[in-house]
């Protein structure tokens, strides 16, 4: 239920702080007086566009806050979702706009977004104002209110989630399959380019060294000749050779090393020096010996460079490491080919069984739609009388439609205020009769459905008389299992209920604003004689209200 409501810095609204009670609760005042205002503010909670307009004169920004409380357990879940505390099932939910047009959302004072707190507010408050009787002509309202009353709440849900799975497996089957032409298309091309790349038979780094291989055979001869002329100058000169001359070096300085220390350091090093060159004239030779002059080797290297310098350029490459990649791209689409023909058949097996799920829950809402509609039918047509439509007909048709979410069902609410020529209810009911049918339709819900709290904006348009006293005490019965806000403008719904609040306009530093205020008891009937003498209150207009609020 909707404890209490704080709105500040909204349109006429400078500060408002209210507590709502249990039961029914009577909102009146002028027309003009802001009785709009206030559902707007509290739309606003329930997800609705904001702008910088709705700010109040002079302010810096707007807020709008609800205290609700009873919220059903099965919430938490949804609470847990979206990251916001659980509070044992009551609930803080703000709306702050500032002066740019943005607005944030809070629920128990964690940020939430718009959808959010619109998902969450069906299931905090429902308001019915005028405008919404066109929801009569809407086969999708019509054909919730019938669930409703056939106990599918549980089965709907499912449907629809059993829908939306066979529209993504279908969705993918044919992205799927458009996939497979594409390749089936490009088959032969991808499997002659993969022959032609693996029988290439790639190696990474192949290029480089083949590119050094080439230099090395081109220029074999001067090669040759440079490496010998090197290893010529270690051969023994005039009989003595580079090795004979060190060694003796070093036997000379060794042999003074025990008069100069300085010179055994020195001999130490002219014997690496020995080694070192003797290592160098042995790999001279080695490399003598690995050096080919073959021009037929040459012409093996350059058609292998040829060869990949081709395919680098077909493939738009510049490394055989990249061409490699491709060779990779092209064996996987051939193997995503066989994969993807798997994937399809699987996809048809899901669809195949996922189709006997939807088949078989469209099919029990259909049987529960048609053994209801009779009942609910009959359920409207006792309301209707009772509220003085004494020789109207209700009937609630279902017939086939194409399989959607909600199965394939179509259902048409049928109506005749004389009890002939059944025509769809949006086009031959007048607007009291709309009025009386939408409150019916309400007041059933509220029997077999866990409702929010309902706010009635003027539901009792078009009546009056005793059927408006019918009316209200259709709306008081209500108001006996759960909470209900009806904004009326007759005496006779306004003299029911638990309490009265009265919506004004006043005048605050020459600015107009709107004020809610509640009643007390002598306030209440001077409120009801206004609504039924007009400006003047008389005493026979105060005493007539004394006997309305008697009667309730």
């Not at 002079?58 to 990251?83: I, M, T």
């Not at 190696?203 to 060294?209: A, Q, V």
């Not at 001279?284 to 060869?307: F, Y």
């Not at 994937?343 to 739609?369: C, G």
């Amino acid at each position: 239920m909707l404890c209490s409501l704080h709105i500040k810095n909204y349109i006429l609204i400078d500060s408002l702080e209210v507590e709502f009670p249990e039961g029914l609760v009577i909102i009146t005042g002028q027309t003009g007086a802001g009785k709009s205002i206030l559902l707007g503010a509290l739309s606003l909670l329930g997800g609705a566009k904001a702008d910088a307009s709705m700010i109040g004169h002079g302010a810096d920004n707007c807020v709008v806050e609800a205290e609700f409380s009873g919220l059903d357990d099965s919430l938490q879940a949804f609470f847990d979702e979206n990251g916001v505390e659980w509070d044992g099932g009551n609930a803080v939910v703000r709306r702050v706009i500032a002066a740019s047009g943005r607005s944030r959302s809070f629920v128990n004072d964690c940020p939430v977004s718009v959808g959010m707190l619109s998902e969450l507010s069906a299931h905090l408050f429902d308001i019915h104002s005028q405008h919404k009787s066109l929801l009569l002509s809407d086969r999708g309202f019509q054909l919730g209110v019938l669930d409703h009353f056939a106990g599918n709440a549980a089965r709907v849900p499912e449907c629809r989630e059993s829908w939306r799975r066979l529209g993504a497996l279908r969705s993918e089957l044919d992205d799927t399959v458009a996939l497979m032409q594409r390749l089936q298309a490009d088959r032969d091309y991808n499997a002659a380019q993969w022959e032609q790349l693996d029988a290439a038979g790639l190696r990474d780094g192949e290029l480089e060294e083949l590119e050094d291989e080439q230099k090395q055979l081109v220029h074999a001869g001067q090669i040759k000749e440079g490496l010998h002329a090197a290893s010529a100058l270690f051969e023994p000169q005039d009989g003595v050779s580079v090795e004979y001359s060190l060694k003796e070096a070093r036997r000379h300085l060794e042999h003074v090393a025990g008069y100069l220390p300085a010179a055994s350091e020195l001999a130490g090093r002219i014997d690496s020096a020995r080694i070192e060159l003797s290592d160098i004239f042995s790999e001279i030779d080695d490399l003598d010996g690995k050096v080919v002059d073959s021009s037929a080797r040459l012409e093996q290297v350059e058609d292998r460079m040829s060869e990949l310098y081709s395919l680098l350029k077909k493939h738009s490459c510049t490394t055989v490491a990249e061409l490699i990649e491709v060779r990779e791209k092209y064996n996987q689409a051939l193997f995503d080919s066989s994969a993807i023909e798997e994937r399809i058949e699987d996809l048809k097996s899901e669809i195949a069984k996922e189709q006997a799920v939807y088949d078989r829950l469209s099919s029990e809402l259909s049987k529960a739609r048609s053994a209801a509609a009779p009942a609910f039918g009959s359920r409207i047509c006792s309301d209707l009388h009772f509220l003085e439509l004494d020789r109207a007909v209700f009937e609630v048709r279902t017939s086939p439609a194409p399989a959607g979410p909600s199965g394939v069902d179509s259902v048409s609410f049928l109506f005749s205020s004389t009890g002939e020529g059944l025509q769809d209810v949006s086009k031959c009911a007048s607007g009291g009769e709309i009025s009386r049918i939408m409150l019916c339709l309400k007041a059933m819900m509220a029997r077999f459905v866990g409702m929010p709290t309902l706010i009635f904006d003027e539901i009792d348009t078009g009546v009056s008389g005793s059927v408006a006293d019918k009316m209200g005490q259709m709306i008081c019965s209500m108001g006996k299992d759960m909470q209900i806000f009806s904004i009326t403008h007759l005496p006779q719904v306004a003299a029911k209920g638990n309490a009265h609040y009265v919506v004004s306009k006043s005048v605050k530093d020459g600015r107009t604003v709107s004020v809610i205020t509640e009643l007390s008891s002598e306030q209440r009937v001077n409120e009801i004689a206004r609504l039924l003498s007009g400006s003047t209150v008389t005493e026979a207009a105060l005493a007539n209200a004394r006997e309305l609020l008697k009667g309730c």
